[in-house]
């Protein structure tokens, strides 16, 4: 085999500083590996067929990519890219960016706490709503509500559930004046 130098050479963010003496447990090195210096200052190692085959960056062009801002691992991403995901499958439309997300401190319609990280399908736990649920997940009719109030608030139409406020108003207002 054919030993090449690769020193001072640059692939995409990468510039070759010297080759490497790493030792990978296990395996004969058939490749050596080099010490590369990347445009963002980080310092990196790579074999040969890595640089030769697309290896552009020590991993901060990947980074750059995600347009996650660093909250990939956060409550509001897994929202994002679980309701992404469901309205590709569903066909629905769908133009929310991340910061479309934001799970607030309360339940607007019930007024409890919301609480992150008690587990999926909790009742304080997050749930995000569509007002028009026939023109999709598009910016301005979503909101971040309750599990509650969303398993409420889907479980019948708009008339039922006028119907059932309405007859609870009023049964409650029968109850009262009967009490006193």
Same mark, same amino acid.
């Not at 085959?53 to 750059?64: A, Q, V």
């Not at 309701?83 to 319609?109: H, M, Q, V, W």
């Not at 008690?118 to 995000?128: A, D, V």
């Given at each position: ?7 001072? +050479?640059?692939?995409?963010?990468? $510039?070759? #500083?010297?080759?490497?003496?790493? =030792?990978?447990? !296990? ?5 050596? @590996?080099?010490?590369? +210096?990347?445009?963002?200052?980080? #310092? ?5 067929? *890595?640089? +030769?085959?697309? &290896?552009?960056?020590? !991993? ?9 801002? !660093? ?11 679980? &309701? ?18 934001? #799970?607030?401190?309360?339940?607007? =319609?019930?007024? #409890?706490?919301?609480?992150?990280? &008690? !587990? @999926?399908?909790?009742?304080? %736990? ?5 007002? @028009?649920?026939?023109? *999709?997940?598009?910016? *301005?009719? =979503? ?9 409420? +608030? ?9 119907? $059932? @406020?309405?007859?609870?108003? %009023?049964? =409650? ?8």
């Amino acid at each position: 085999m054919r030993k090449v130098d690769l020193v001072n +050479k640059r692939f995409g963010k990468l $510039v070759v #500083i010297k080759q490497d003496e790493k =030792i990978v447990p !296990g395996r004969v090195n058939k490749n050596p @590996y080099w010490l590369c +210096k990347c445009d963002c200052g980080k #310092i990196t190692s790579v074999a040969s067929p *890595g640089l +030769k085959n697309g &290896t552009r960056s020590c !991993g901060c062009l990947n980074k750059g990519r995600m347009s996650t801002h !660093g909250k990939s691992r956060t409550l509001e991403y897994r929202i994002w890219n679980s &309701t992404k995901s469901r309205a590709k499958k569903e066909g629905i439309p769908f133009n929310l960016s991340l910061e479309d997300i934001i #799970i607030p401190e309360k339940c607007p =319609i019930l007024g #409890i706490p919301i609480k992150v990280g &008690t !587990g @999926y399908g909790r009742s304080n %736990s997050p749930s995000l709503d569509r007002f @028009y649920p026939n023109i *999709g997940y598009v910016k *301005g009719n =979503i909101s971040i509500i309750s599990n509650k109030a969303n398993t409420i +608030k889907n479980a019948s139409s708009f008339e039922e559930f006028e119907k $059932v @406020y309405f007859w609870y108003k %009023s049964e =409650i207002d029968k109850r009262n004046t009967s009490c006193r």
